[in-house]
């Protein structure tokens, strides 16, 4: 039986797609995002972390597809009623076993649930083409245009990250574009700029933008897994992140703020 290590349901999401949604957590990520403020998603087995209490307690468990369906459909009635479903997030989903999360985006669509994909784009373009039939929306993270920073902030370069985007464009994907907005470093209209030129000069075609100012929520959680935080990173001002929508905007985006 194939099984999978998931380290958080959450149920009535209404951040992470359209609707009221189940957003699967899947443990592991192939890349290391300084800002992460989820570093519990970061390692792909299941691992210990202190609760707040000071406690140990395990962290991912393992399920079958079977037991995922059975969670996901529970709410199936909140879904019909205000548009919604389930996103698959993680860590990384598309970096986890292909056949697997095929066979559980099949089984949702089987029931007329739909299906987001809430990705960083480091998978290999197999895993996407495989899924493409089975994703109504791609929640799609663009961190930096230039590999070299990307290299810098998640230590792994963004060739997959470009190339996945270029791929699921081309395929006519629905594709929500998710900008991390990091104070001195990219919250700035010459980086807005930079991305709008990429994107016109691909071709790239996205239905909406959401930016993501960066808060430093999950410090805590890098002490109770002893890791060393690496969230050293300034929240945009308000007037930043304003003036960053106005101009995608200006260039004819749908842009919202948050995810
Ligand atoms: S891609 Fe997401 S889960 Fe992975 S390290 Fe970056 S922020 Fe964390």
């Known amino acids: 039986?194939?099984?999978?290590?998931?380290?958080?349901?959450?149920?009535?999401?209404?951040?992470?797609?359209?609707?009221?949604?189940?957003?699967?957590?899947?443990?592991?990520?192939?890349?290391?995002?300084?800002?992460?403020?989820n570093p519990e998603s970061q390692v792909f087995a299941p691992e210990i972390m202190l609760n707040k209490y000071g406690k140990e307690?395990?962290?991912g468990k393992e399920y079958?597809?079977?037991?995922?369906?059975?969670?996901?459909?529970a709410d199936q009635i909140f879904y019909d009623q205000s548009g919604g479903g389930v996103t698959f997030s993680g860590g990384e989903v598309m970096a986890q076993n292909i056949d697997y999360v095929v066979e559980l985006a099949q089984e949702c669509q089987r029931l007329g649930i739909t299906v987001a994909i809430d990705t960083c784009g480091v998978a290999p373009t197999e895993n996407f083409r495989r899924?493409?039939?089975?994703?109504?929306?791609?929640?799609?993270?663009?961190k930096f245009i230039d590999s070299h920073t990307h290299?810098?902030?998640t230590g792994a370069n963004n060739h997959?990250?470009?190339?996945?985007l270029r791929f699921l464009s081309d395929h006519q994907a629905e594709i929500n574009?998710?900008?991390?907005?990091?104070d001195e470093i990219n919250a700035d209209e010459g980086t807005a700029k930079e991305i709008i030129d990429w994107l016109t000069d691909e071709g790239?075609?996205?239905?909406?933008?959401?930016?993501?100012?960066?808060?430093?929520?999950?410090?805590?959680?890098?002490?109770?897994?002893?890791?060393?935080?690496?969230?050293?990173?300034?929240?945009?001002?308000?007037?930043q992140v304003m003036s960053i929508k106005e101009t995608y905007q200006a260039a004819g985006y749908q842009v919202t703020i948050g995810g």
């Open 57 to 59: 307690e395990w962290i």
């Open 131 to 142: 899924i493409l039939p089975y994703a109504d929306l791609f929640l799609y993270d663009l």
């Open 160 to 164: 997959l990250v470009l190339e996945n």
């Open 64 to 73: 079958s597809i079977h037991e995922l369906v059975k969670k996901i459909q």
């Open 204 to 239: 790239i075609h996205v239905s909406e933008i959401s930016l993501l100012p960066y808060h430093d929520f999950g410090r805590d959680k890098y002490d109770r897994l002893q890791r060393t935080c690496t969230q050293n990173f300034t929240q945009p001002s308000d007037e």
């Open 1 to 37: 039986m194939k099984k999978t290590t998931v380290f958080n349901i959450q149920k009535f999401s209404t951040h992470d797609g359209p609707g009221i949604r189940t957003t699967i957590f899947f443990k592991g990520c192939p890349i290391k995002c300084e800002w992460c403020h």
């Open 151 to 153: 290299q810098l902030y």
């Open 177 to 182: 574009l998710r900008l991390i907005l990091l």
